[in-house]
Every structure is written in C-alpha cells, then in structure tokens.
C-alpha cells in the first residue's frame, strides 16, 4: 500500500486531520479545566464540587467543532481511500486531499475563534468541494466498470 504514492499521500493527510482533531478534544477539555464547566458530576467534585458540573457556551463551541469535523472527517477516510484505489494522478490527488484538510483547518480555527460569517461556512464549502469531485469520480469508475 505505502508503494503507491496516492495512498501514501491519502495516509499522509488523513494522519495530519485525526492529529488536528486530537488537537481540538484536548482544546475542549483544557477550556473545561478553566471555565470549570464538567459534564459529568464526578469530574465536577474532583475539581471543586458539583456546581462545576454544568454548560459552559464555549464548551459547546469546542465541542461543536469536534464533532462538526467527525461529520465530515469520517466520509473524507472512506471517499479518499477508495478514490486512492481508483488511479487517479499523483498530483490531482494531491490537491484533493490538501485543499480538504486546509478547509478543515480554516473551519475549525473559524469555529474556535468565532471568526465573522461567512469564514466558517467558507471553509466548509471549501472542504466540500474534493470530497463531492471524489464522490463523482469514484461512481464515474464504478459505473464505467459495472457497465463493460
């Protein structure tokens, strides 16, 4: 598999997104360290009593974003790793997957940082955009395949 440089580009750049959302749960729960915003009671004691154990507005945003990145991380891992299978070029491939993770990036930093409208919904877009031309390709290869 790591012969192929397609795949080896996908694996490149799907590593780097888990890293970037490994990065936002830690954010998450370091800003519920210091808003003392817990979810679970017993996490609220350990840190100064019960009434910790309650929602903080930029909690949710962190979380938001987390799980914001797992709606669309997720279908990147299976539509890149089929496209990778398809033989696309090197360098096209390439794009896809850069332009995907700077969307990704961009959107979480927008989210994070609570960047004017339209930033986020720019990058999300942005994002969209390799994922949809793989989603295209990928079937124009199948049906092409299915219909020999």
Known sequence: MLENDVS???????????????????????VRLRKKAFANPEDAVRHGGVQYCRIDPYVERCRRAHHN???NIFPFFFLGAVYSMTG????VAQIHFL????GRVLHS????LSFKAPTRSFAYVIAQVPCVSMAIQILVDVASFAYR
């Open 88 to 91: 696309p070029s090197y360098s």
């Open 109 to 112: 930093v927008a989210y994070l």
């Open 8 to 30: 080896t580009c996908f694996i490149f750049y799907s590593t780097l997104l888990i890293l970037k959302m490994y990065i936002i749960a830690i954010i998450t729960g370091q």
């Open 69 to 71: 990145d797992m709606e």
């Open 99 to 102: 332009v995907f993770f700077l």
